[in-house]
């Protein structure tokens, strides 16, 4: 059998050598607990400091403004339930968002209406675009906070954060972004786009799972999630992950360094992709196609087909794809951003995302563009037979 092939790096990504490097000696000789005083806690204070100051200047901020997570999730949680609690007193109660956000949004707007909010979505375009009538109408000043994210991670479309951030400031509504997928295939420069709050995922970017940011503005509003001690500042207790602290911090410069000639070569290897599956399969539909796009994602739907069948046959052949987001695979419920979009059940049902990244090659993509056309033939004459 070839070699496997993975196209699933919106799931999650390899850990790079040079990040693994870095880290290594935090769980060797370097173990020390940054609050102590000693010098084993000195130098881990130190590389904890630095660490934050070098993931801070990868998105224009300021050390004091990153708070190290244990993911992209808590960072989700932490800036919705956070800005939302620390303000809902003040006579603005609703928390908004996007019905295409990952749970990790989603979860925490509905722990929103739980503690007694307003939960507010936003209506979207067809294209996956929020609408901006919509936007005008629920971001007002009942408004605590709005999150929107940059870049979706089941289709790819990205939004105009630097409008929707310029638009929610002037009616004195906090903004916040998951950029989790948006980090290294977009611009971020907290210095000239004016997000509030802005969350990273290192597992995304070539860091191991369990380690996240937040940048939080200078006089953002925010309640901690967490009680304890005073680490962050009393923002975020608990003892500092020093290894991966550091970690995130290669990783977010590696990704940021790389992302002109990254973007490039992905989108080209996209759009190839797409063109070759669009020749073989006319009715095929690239989910999000017609809006501004990061160049790591395509999703596709072949009517008559079934993801889950699609899926089981690609990974037997050696391909790993996914049908939505990860949380949601091993269900069969369609996938939430799709039938937000208007999707049809049948279409979103069958929808297969492809997510290319630093194992993707030309060679990944020239097997695909031939082996998908060919199970779909094979899956539509089942279905028929
Ligand atoms: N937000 C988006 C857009 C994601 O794609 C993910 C992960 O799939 C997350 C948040 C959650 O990140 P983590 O897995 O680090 O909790």
Redesign the pocket.
């Known amino acids: 059998m070839p070699e496997p092939i993975y196209l699933d790096h919106?799931?999650t990504t390899p850990v790079r050598e040079e990040v693994l490097e870095a880290m290594l000696p935090f769980f060797g000789p370097r173990f020390g607990n940054p609050s102590s005083l000693h010098r084993w806690g000195r130098e881990a204070r130190a590389a904890v400091d630095e660490a934050r100051e070098r993931v801070a200047s990868t998105i224009g901020a300021r050390p004091d403004e990153l708070c190290f997570t244990s993911?992209?999730?808590?960072a989700?949680n932490m800036a919705v339930l956070g800005v939302w609690r620390s303000r809902r007193d003040t006579g603005r109660n609703a928390a908004v968002s996007t019905p295409i956000?990952?749970k990790?949004?989603l979860g925490a707007l509905h722990e929103v209406a739980h503690e007694g909010g307003d939960e507010r979505l936003l209506g979207m375009q067809a294209s996956g675009l929020v609408d901006d009538a919509s936007f005008d109408a629920l971001v007002n000043d009942a408004a605590a906070v709005c999150s929107v994210?940059w870049?979706?991670?089941e289709i790819g479309v990205m939004q105009d954060v630097p409008s929707l951030a310029r638009r929610a400031r002037e009616r004195g509504v906090v903004f916040h972004t998951?950029a989790?997928?948006a980090f290294g295939k977009v611009t971020i420069d907290a210095a000239t786009t004016p997000f509030d709050l802005l969350?990273i995922?290192?597992?995304?970017i070539g860091a191991p799972?369990g380690i996240?940011a937040l940048y939080i503005r200078r006089g953002t509003p925010m309640s901690p999630l967490l009680f304890g001690g005073s680490q962050d500042r009393g923002r975020r207790p608990g003892t500092e992950n020093v290894a991966m602290a550091v970690g995130l911090a290669r990783a977010a410069e590696l990704t940021v360094a790389e992302q002109a000639d990254e973007c490039r070569r992905l989108g080209a290897l996209r759009d190839r992709l797409e063109a070759a599956l669009l020749e073989r399969i006319p009715d095929a539909v690239i989910h999000g196609r017609g809006a501004p796009r990061a160049p790591h994602v395509t999703n596709i739907s072949v009517p008559g087909t079934d993801s889950e069948a699609l899926l089981m046959a690609l990974d037997l052949r050696g391909v790993a794809c996914s049908a939505g987001?990860?949380?949601q695979s091993g269900s069969i419920t369609p996938s939430h951003v799709l039938s937000a979009l208007g999707v049809p059940a049948d279409l979103a049902g069958a929808a297969i995302r492809m997510s290319l990244g630093s194992l993707t090659t030309d060679a990944c993509i020239t097997r695909v563009a031939e082996l998908f056309p060919a199970l779909v033939e094979k899956a539509r004459r089942l279905a028929t037979a």
């Open positions: 919106a799931a993911c992209g999730t808590e989700d956000e990952h990790a949004v994210m870049v979706n991670n998951d989790v997928q969350s995922s290192g597992h995304k799972k996240g987001s990860a949380c």
